[in-house]
């Protein structure tokens, strides 16, 4: 749970942007939201807590991206890789 709270903190607002951004657009999110993916990338990069996630859950965080690649219209399919995810992050 800290892990995802130092998470959210320091990459809270890029996170929340690009949420929102694929939730507004079903369709076509992974082009009309690739600058604020990128924008996770580099907050992820500068923080020491979110490089140890990214490495210690790049499994879970790989079939998660792969879920969305192949659900891009329902983006709700991919709930069990974002549960995932998310445990494995909050064990960081």
């Known amino acids: 749970e800290a892990a995802l709270e ?4 320091h990459c809270g607002e890029e996170l929340e942007r690009y949420g929102r951004c694929v939730a507004a657009s079903p369709e ?8 604020l993916r990128l924008g996770i990338a580099r907050c992820a990069q500068a923080h ?3 490089r140890q ?5 790049a499994e879970p965080f790989a079939a998660l991206e ?3 690649r192949e659900h891009p219209a329902a983006v709700a399919e991919c ?3 974002v ?7 909050d064990q960081v």
């Open 66 to 68: 792969r879920c969305l």
């Open 48 to 50: 020491p807590i979110v």
């Open 53 to 57: 996630i990214r490495r210690d859950c």
């Open 28 to 35: 076509s999110w992974q082009r009309d939201c690739h600058s």
């Open 6 to 9: 130092l998470t959210a903190r």
């Open 79 to 81: 709930g069990s890789h």
């Open 83 to 89: 549960s995932a995810f998310l445990l494995c992050a």
